[in-house]
């Protein structure tokens, strides 16, 4: 079942599932992209082919906020967005273990391998740029609440940013996490996205409400 946080007749955003691919891929699972594509063909009785623009991506075990677009004019405007860095993004991770300061900034070049679908921290010749800012939130009994707002959008980003600090994802088998969760999702939330409406020209704020399982209800500020 599709929880839309947002609609209107420009752009959609719906809160993804841990497990869900934003768009699809070469596992031949369907997308997510197709089951808002068939939810907007039922609720406003579309004849044929439905436009979805897909805007930004989410890594198929993070869950939160997934933004497309409903016309070729507001995709254009929300990927010159998103390639501006005027779209602001909030994450929501669950660590292992607590940064060394409240509060910073992580700078790092990362290289992705292919064939492992897997980024590293690398020499600055060989890697793309990488900048996020992390706040400590809260200590819950065993694990860190940190909020994350990524200034730049590499692969695995945060996963490995975090990862080379100590601070890796709850359920993050992939960059070390000590074990996997039950459904295998990480405790990585697509928590929060501020942008300007690609038409009528207002601040649109979307946030999703976390998953429900123990640890993240502990989350909640």
Known sequence: ?????????????????????????????????????AYIKKKYNKPGEVFLGTIHRLDRPTSGVVLYARTSKALTRMNEQFREKQVQKTYWAVVENAPANDSGTLENYLLKNQKQNKSYVTKVADGKHAVLDFKLLNKLDNFYHLEIKPKTG???QIRVQLAHIGCIIKGDLKYGAKRSNKDASIHLLAQK?????????????????????????????
């Open 1 to 37: 079942m599709l929880e839309v946080l947002y609609e209107d007749n420009h752009i959609i955003a719906i809160n993804k599932k841990s497990g869900d691919i934003v768009q699809g891929d070469k596992t031949g699972d369907a997308p997510l992209s197709d089951f808002v594509k």
């Open 154 to 156: 590499r692969h695995h």
């Open 193 to 221: 996205l501020e942008f300007l409406h690609p038409v009528k020209k207002e601040p649109i704020t979307i946030i999703a409400p976390a998953p429900k399982d123990s640890i993240w209800e502990a989350c909640k500020l």
